[in-house]
Nanobody, 122 residues
Framework: QVQLVESGGGLVQAGDSLRLSCAAS????????MGWFRQVPGKEREFVAL????????AYGDSVKGRFTISRDNAKNTVYLQMNSLKPEDTAVYYC???????????????WGQGTQVTVSS
């Protein structure tokens, strides 16, 4: 069992930056691929970023490529999402998740955090 807790969300202005953190407990994250997703009310959960357990490979959703960076520190059992050049359309609840597979569909993820709200004002 893995427990995930996100932090770092907040209210920022367009063009600002935020760094989200996802701290894990229960089991080491080293066994899992880690992803970030986001969701707004009335819409499906959207893939944002993915990283291998070693951190050597990453993938990003088209809407965040070039602006967001996913990273991980296995020694700290923590995954990060650095978000730069934020836009109002980035406003959502952001979730981290753990999977045994390199995958982007939310259904392939076994463990989820509770989410952290990011609001970007124009």
């Amino acid at each position: 069992q893995v427990q995930l807790v996100e932090s770092g969300g907040g209210l920022v202005q367009a063009g600002d930056s935020l760094r989200l953190s996802c701290a894990a407990s229960g089991r080491t994250l080293r066994e899992y691929y880690m992803g970030w997703f986001r969701q707004v009310p009335g819409k499906e959960r959207e893939f944002v970023a993915l990283i291998t357990w070693r951190g050597g490979s990453t993938a990003y959703g088209d809407s965040v490529k070039g602006r967001f960076t996913i990273s991980r520190d296995n020694a700290k059992n923590t995954v990060y999402l650095q978000m730069n050049s934020l836009k109002p359309e980035d406003t959502a609840v952001y979730y981290c998740a753990a999977s045994s597979h390199w995958a982007t569909p939310p259904s392939r993820y076994d463990y989820w955090g509770q989410g952290t709200q990011v609001t970007v004002s124009s």
